[in-house]
């Protein structure tokens, strides 16, 4: 399976501010995602970061917060804007592998996110 | 509208026993579905999955069993060990993985 870096691991950040995550991933995908766990909650799919694409937000993400650029296929990247401590979070990508199985399904260890 | 739902936030087995963790779903689109485990700091890791046309598959110590007339996949530990105190997530996939809100376990010896 794929292996995954994601950067930073962590990160403490002033209200108001940004912060751009990075994934890179070793091998070409085809499908990468983007997650958010909230403390004590579900991991949830914030949006589909497609190749030469405008990334596909899910309900209750927009663009404006939440920026993805997806440059290559071994690449995203993914902005928290305008950070408030509402967004304190585990943020993880995720990629699904080009063969199209879904047990293809590999994590980041994730960027955990304080906004103070 | 929570499409996975595991509505057992936790659950506690003695070492040797077995862990049984519980997932329904409401989406009969899923084709997929797949078992992570997550500790803190850290990111999912695949366990097992099972495709939607089969209603067992076995890997070591763990069995997923899928019963689609009752959207209700359950994942099986035999037997439990210490080092499987973790927090369990069920995934369904439809083009997209969606996840449950997530069991945690905890094997005492």
């Known amino acids: 399976s794929a292996v995954i870096s994601q950067k930073p691991s962590r990160d403490i950040c002033q209200r108001g501010t940004s912060l751009t995550i990075q994934c890179q991933v070793d091998?070409?995908?085809?499908?990468m995602f983007w997650y958010r766990q909230q403390p004590g909650q579900s991991l949830t799919l914030i949006a589909t970061?497609?190749?030469?694409?405008?990334?596909?937000?899910e309900s209750g993400f927009v663009i404006d917060k939440f920026p993805i650029s997806r440059p290559n296929l071994t690449f995203s990247t993914l902005t928290v804007s305008n950070m408030s401590p509402e967004d304190s979070s585990i943020y993880l990508c995720?990629?699904?592998?080009?063969?199209?199985?879904?047990?293809?399904?590999?994590f980041g260890s994730g960027t955990r996110l304080t906004v103070v | 509208d929570q499409q996975v739902k595991q509505n057992s936030p936790s659950l506690s087995v003695q070492e040797g026993r077995i862990s049984i963790l519980n997932c329904d779903y409401t989406?009969?689109?899923?084709?997929?579905f797949l078992w992570y485990k997550k500790y803190p700091a850290e990111g999912p890791t695949f366990l097992i999955s099972?495709?939607?046309?089969?209603d067992k598959n076995e890997d070591g110590r763990f069995t997923v069993f899928l019963n689609k007339s009752a959207k209700h996949l359950s994942l099986h530990i035999v037997p439990s060990q210490p080092g499987d105190s973790a927090v369990y997530f069920c995934?369904?996939?439809?083009?997209?993985?969606?996840f449950g809100t997530g069991t945690r376990l905890q094997v005492f010896p």
């Open positions: 995934a369904a996939s439809d083009a997209k993985l969606i």
């Open positions: 099972i495709s939607s046309i089969k």
């Open positions: 989406n009969s689109m899923f084709d997929y």
């Open positions: 970061a497609n190749q030469g694409s405008e990334a596909t937000y």
């Open positions: 995720s990629v699904r592998g080009s063969d199209g199985a879904n047990y293809g399904y590999t």
């Open positions: 091998s070409q995908v085809t499908m």
